[in-house]
């Protein structure tokens, strides 16, 4: 059960049948009253400095303010939430490719499809009626605060029963001429973790980072942004967004490991948008291939991904590879102390390294699991304990590592925070080249798949080899136990799902 820390802190009251009369009932432990303290806290400040920037006018980006962001990815549309994660030109392309060209067709149609199915693949509003946890306590439309004792009925061990939150307004998008609800019909009685949309932006987002590996670190912290955008709103606190993470991460790493999905689902869609792409770029006389076009877009590096808002949390402003996984990497505990040990070996949840399959190619499964060990954060922190392993990886890192193995196929560094790619140094006396490197490719063309960046924060675990194996795999991706790895990981995370109620996420 990945997420099962989590009840370390709270004690739900069992509502198998989703009762409304017990819905979002249960008490605070001992052991959690310094933690979800912590988390209102958080969910505090990051909802109201969000509020203040935006009557201060202050914008994440060229068109929105971070609530208006965070209000456009409440609708849970793919092409809205990632298309600024390829740069305002490639992006534009992207969320063009959803509609219906002049003969009618839908040129992004497979790649939409995939992107809406993944989310439902490992559904979380089970685990939502299990765990139980009252939402954080919105401002009615009236004004009024919800109570988050439920009446006195909750034992908050006290804990402040209602928080100083703010709602963002709904608006007119001028950019895209329509108007934007808010989004908050039903969520105040709804249970809160862990956070359903930030689940489906990791399995929607980790897909699309496959699908387009040059992208893979801005996809990824556009998917963070995402997650975070649900606190801006004050609709999750920090930990829903955490568990949302790690049942995403275990959900797309699932999916990838299924060769048959991978072959007749994922390769299609796959080669939908990069042909797409390319085809947008020729035509607007960037490039003939989708490299040329990538570089004189500038879409990976100055003229790319860009979140200009800041909090206590996420500190710097995100313009390029190197400053989005640092962010990455700050959301990843979104500042809460360690709970546990800190100096635990790495650990890499079985089939975590589908996840790379495309971003390094050439790289066998075990040596991207040492990729996924290195530059993994370090244990101890809150949810780390049950959750396999996914709490700790850094994939924003691991996307965007330079890595270099020996001619024996060692894997000698891993170094975040640049153009994603493999050099292979010759260690055996006249090995030939000192140096050769060894181009990353999704579609056999492509030879650069990363951002140029610095480096990235250090990651906790940097020297440490990963300790859960899953056997030899194929260079290529899963081999025939990839459907056995894709089945383990729907039980561990499904165990805390029932099965009756596979209702639309919030």
Known sequence: MLLKEFNNYWTPVDNPNNDATTASRG????????????????????????????????KADDHYTQQQRAVIDAAQDNRETYWDAFGPIIGEWFYEGYQQDASGNVPLSKTGKLLNDMVDYIPVTGAKHGFNYPRPSLNTAEGDAIDRSANGENDLKGLAPALALKRAP????????????????????????????????????LTLAAMMPEFAPQITARAAEGGNNRIVLGVHYPLDVIGGRIVGEASAAG?????????????????????????????????????????????????????LDTDSVATEQVTDVKSAVNVYTQRLTYGFAPVSDTTQPARVPAGAEALLRTVFPTLNADQRREVLARTEIKSGYPLDS??????????????????????????????????????????????????????NNANGNNSDNGANGGAATEPGNGNHKATATNGKLSDTGADANGLAVMTMLFLAAGAMLTAANRMRRR
């Open 170 to 205: 709904g608006f007119h998008d001028d950019f895209r001429n329509v108007d934007r609800g808010n989004g908050y019909g039903g969520l105040v009685a709804s249970e809160s973790f862990p956070s359903g949309h930030t689940m489906a932006f990791y399995t929607s987002g």
């Open 255 to 307: 999916r990838l490991n299924d060769d048959v999905f991978y072959k007749q689902v994922f390769k299609p869609a796959q080669q939908e948008l990069r042909d797409y792409l390319t085809k947008r770029g020729q035509e607007a006389g960037y490039g003939n291939t989708l490299d040329e076009i990538i570089a004189n877009t500038k879409a990976n590096t100055t003229n790319g991904y860009k979140d």
């Open 386 to 439: 049950t959750s396999d392993g996914w709490q700790r990886l850094n994939l924003a890192a691991a996307f965007s590592s330079k890595v270099t193995i020996d001619d024996k196929g060692n894997v000698v560094s891993v170094e975040p925070g640049q153009q994603a790619q493999v050099v292979v140094k010759q260690t055996t006396p006249n090995g030939g080249n000192n140096n050769s490197a060894g181009n």
């Open 27 to 58: 008490s605070v432990t001992d052991a959690g009253v310094a933690i979800l303290g912590k988390n209102d806290e958080l969910t505090v400040a990051i909802n109201n400095k969000a509020d203040v920037d935006s009557l201060a006018g202050v």
